[in-house]
């Protein structure tokens, strides 16, 4: 047994979230952290909500509610959301708690006091018309160095590099389009250029491990070519107070430094309220746990550089040394899992343009195991993979159903009319054992793709194991059985189907989790094969540490009962009954509706 950190990207609380944004950090991290509690591993699964920043100022603005209300609003639906999709969660919290503040305000005086937190006088951008700070998300111009003209003031999309709203040329407010004024304010730095040689060892490391993603690790080594200093405070009064400047009220740490701390923060709040405040530590101090970090490609820069610079300044193993802090030496990440960008069609999800399609919309029309086996048979794994109405419904039909969902259908009605019950096993035949060690074989295949995080191959596998079952049946024609003197080959074909089609579930369940409850019902299984998440309304752990809140809504389960990932030998005599279909199949008329309803969405 290992211990793992499954780490998820928080989504942001600007609203509620579409299905790229689930392709990208929910799916793939719910995959792996199944299987990795079926395959025996200690398994902690920690995330949570986003909710500082300006970009939430600005919307709460537009709304004409404030900050507090509208992140509470969308914590909710997130929290639903995601609960639907069946995210198995050990917490998913919030960054604005007690906890939070506090875990984070640790991390900066501890990286200050190790030297790796710099004051600097800079330019700061300012919107002439609200003399409100512009983030730099929201500026945007021509990049300086490949010249592409929509550039962010913190990154170039189009070749990585990391920026400054200085840097860009003829620089813009994406809000109202004005030209920014900059004037000079105090901030605190991240020394990036003192943990450069560490982070490159790390990365280093990483490489010779064979285990990213090439893209990933490139991107990563490319990035520090260009390193410098990074500010992580903010002129904003929304935000965690700056250690030290309690008395500016509108000097509040970087979003970004606070959000992936969150990953440590979450895990320390799950210790506590388990009853077990230091229990945290197995996964974060033991150098021989591992922990994987789901996120999409844009926020590579976020997990390979930044927080790996944060917790190297914490620990103090940068150029200019220190003590770790109070929560010991904290370890790096393992492996960042960066998916691709989930696309409409030709185009970006767009929440401006309409061009999108909400999780929760989504799972309301065709429920959580249709979207879940879409983005691991055709996310955007290692490539941009683009979503059509079309192909969704195509899969669905042909895959799904005609597939997994007839094989469940065919084998228990006619275990159902011939038997009412799993037949006994008499001898067996070559064809019998054949296919009973192809889905057997299926255990190391599908199981050590997974793990190395190829979705696409690990679902395809399984669902080619699901067809060789499927020819089992009509080569074995058990349907034509229907005399005395067959009886026993026939008790024998449905035992050995019956056996198969009780190991393809397991082998789908990561993947599948509510259908993976359903197979195992109509197999006459009780109680669920995999366990889920639940929502818990809480209180918060330190209601007077500026969170603002006394009690909200977490997504948590007990995943102690999950299976584990291997063959077990159904009983025979077990009850069985006619029946329902474990998926639904979509009228070709699902896609011109679909169509229809976001060409009529309001932008």
Request: aromatic fraction near 10%.
């Amino acid at each position: 047994m290992t211990r793992v950190l499954s780490a998820v990207a928080w989504p942001y609380t600007n609203g509620p979230r579409h299905i790229g944004h689930v392709a990208g950090f929910g799916v793939p991290s719910d995959v792996f952290s199944r299987f990795m509690r079926m395959a025996g591993h200690d398994v902690l699964m920690v995330s949570g909500t986003d909710e500082h920043g300006t970009p939430i100022l600005v919307l709460a603005d537009n709304e004409g509610v404030p900050a507090r209300e509208l992140v509470d609003k969308y914590n909710q639906v997130i929290v639903d959301d995601l609960c639907g999709l069946g995210l198995s969660y050990d917490l998913f919290t919030r960054t604005t708690t007690g906890n939070h503040y506090a875990v984070v305000q640790e991390m900066f005086e501890t990286c200050r006091r190790n030297g790796y937190m710099v004051e600097e006088t800079t330019p700061t951008a300012i919107s002439p018309s609200t003399g409100r700070t512009l983030p730099d998300r929201y500026i945007e111009g021509t990049c300086p160095i490949c010249k592409y003209a929509s550039a962010r003031g913190d990154q170039c999309d189009n070749c990585g590099n990391q920026l400054d709203p200085t840097d860009l040329i003829d620089p813009r407010s994406k809000i109202n389009g004005e030209t920014p004024e900059f004037k000079d304010t105090q901030h605190w730095f991240l020394d990036l250029p003192a943990l450069a040689g560490a982070l490159a060892e790390w990365l280093d490391e990483r490489e010779a491990s064979g285990t990213w993603r090439p893209n990933v690790i490139k991107f990563s080594q490319n990035i520090l070519k260009e390193i410098r200093p990074r500010a992580m405070t903010r002129d904003i009064d929304w935000g965690i107070p700056v250690p030290g400047w309690e008395d500016q009220p509108t000097k509040r740490l970087y979003v970004w430094f606070d959000a992936v701390i969150g990953y440590l923060s979450a895990s320390i709040e799950w210790a506590r309220r388990l009853g077990e405040p230091d229990k945290w530590r197995e996964w974060w101090n033991d150098a021989d746990a591992l922990s994987y970090y789901f996120m999409g490609k844009d926020n590579i820069v976020f997990h390979s550089q930044i927080w790996p610079a944060e917790l190297l300044a914490y620990n103090g193993t940068g150029d200019k040394g220190g003590e770790p802090g109070v929560y010991g030496t904290l370890n790096l990440p393992t492996e960042v899992v960066s998916s691709e960008f989930l696309t409409f069609g030709d185009s970006q999800f767009s929440t401006s343009r309409g061009n999108v399609i909400y999780v929760g919309d989504f799972l309301a029309r065709y429920g959580p195991d249709a979207l879940r086996y879409y983005i691991c048979a055709a996310g955007p794994e290692t490539s941009d993979a683009a979503f059509t109405w079309a192909d969704f419904v195509t899969r669905n039909n042909s895959e799904l159903v005609a597939g997994w969902g007839n094989l469940v259908n065919r084998t228990a009605t006619m275990i159902a009319k011939g038997f009412g019950e799993i037949p006994p096993l008499g001898p067996l035949e070559v064809v019998d054992e054949q296919v009973l060690t192809t889905v057997r074989d299926g255990f190391a295949t599908v199981g050590g793709l997974v793990e190395k995080h190829r979705l696409r191959a690990a679902i395809a596998e399984a669902m080619r194991v699901v067809g060789e079952v499927n020819k089992y049946l009509t080569v074995t024609e058990p349907y034509k059985m229907k005399d005395e003197s067959q009886r026993e080959r026939l008790a024998t074909v449905l035992h050995v189907a019956a056996q198969c089609v009780s190991d393809c579930n397991t082998l789908l369940a990561p993947f599948l989790p509510h259908a993976a409850n359903k197979v195992h019902a109509v197999l006459g299984g009780e109680g669920d094969f995999m366990p889920m998440p639940r929502i818990e309304q809480v209180e918060e752990l330190e209601p007077g540490n500026g969170a603002g809140h006394t009690s909200y809504s977490v997504i948590t389960g007990e995943y102690s009962t999950t299976p584990a990932w291997e063959s077990r030998a159904i009983v025979a005599g077990t009850k069985v009954a006619k029946p329902t279909p474990v998926f639904t199949k979509l009228d070709p008329s699902v896609v011109e509706d679909e169509l229809a309803r976001v060409a009529g969405a309001p932008a």
